[in-house]
């Protein structure tokens, strides 16, 4: 499974491809950050972060990507930017067909980490090793979006059978398959 994370931001919009399944070792891709300038107009931010997600997506060809989940923050400006930041990445993998999967910040912490209240230093430290990589990378959005991916690689085995579970008990009696060793 190849997945892009991306951690969103106006100024800085993490990125990261990893390789690989759950219960094995992953492979790190690709990793860099989509950077926009603080004093531009937001339609020029936005156009560039896209521009910047699409070029990741043609240069890596992710089965899936994976974004973080805009959660409550006490700055409005800053939860707007994130929030927009995050449609566009959403908006580029949906127009090529590409799954999304939204992680919130904590299911990612403890995905990576094993605490869903680990600093950024903790969340470095381990992509760092999970990777088996020279150093952290740099700024913390670049880890933050390999985090996100490593976090779907693991989980999304165990989602998908959830979700298919779900499907099939409320699916219609007569649209159930039969259980098995029985015949209608």
């Known amino acids: 499974m ?9 100024t800085r919009c993490g990125v990261g491809v990893v390789e690989g399944v759950a ?12 950077r926009t300038a603080a004093d531009a107009e937001l339609g020029s931010r936005l156009v560039a972060i896209e521009a910047g997600i699409e070029r ?17 923050q006490h700055n409005v400006r800053t939860v ?6 995050s449609a566009i990445a959403m908006l580029c993998a949906s127009r090529r067909g590409i799954p999304v999967a ?13 605490s869903g209240r680990a600093d950024k230093a903790q969340v470095g ?6 990777l088996r990589l020279d150093a952290p990378p740099r700024p913390a959005d670049a880890a933050d979006a ?14 998908n059978r959830l979700q ?3 499907a099939l008990h409320t699916a219609p009696k007569a649209a159930r398959p039969a259980p098995k060793g029985r015949t209608a």
Do not use: N
């Open 2 to 10: 190849r997945v892009l994370g991306v951690d969103p931001g106006l």
């Open 125 to 130: 430290a381990m992509v760092t090793r999970l």
């Open 80 to 85: 707007m930017g994130t929030a927009q930041a």
């Open 56 to 72: 990741w997506l043609d240069e890596h060809r992710p089965e899936y990507v994976a974004v973080e989940r805009v959660f409550s």
């Open 146 to 159: 390999l985090a996100l991916a490593i976090c779907h690689i693991w989980r999304a085995p165990a989602q």
């Open 164 to 166: 298919r579970a779900v």
């Open 102 to 114: 939204l992680h919130t910040p904590s299911e990612v912490k403890a995905a990576v980490t094993g």
């Open 23 to 34: 219960g094995r070792p992953l492979t790190m891709l690709g990793v860099g950050v989509v």
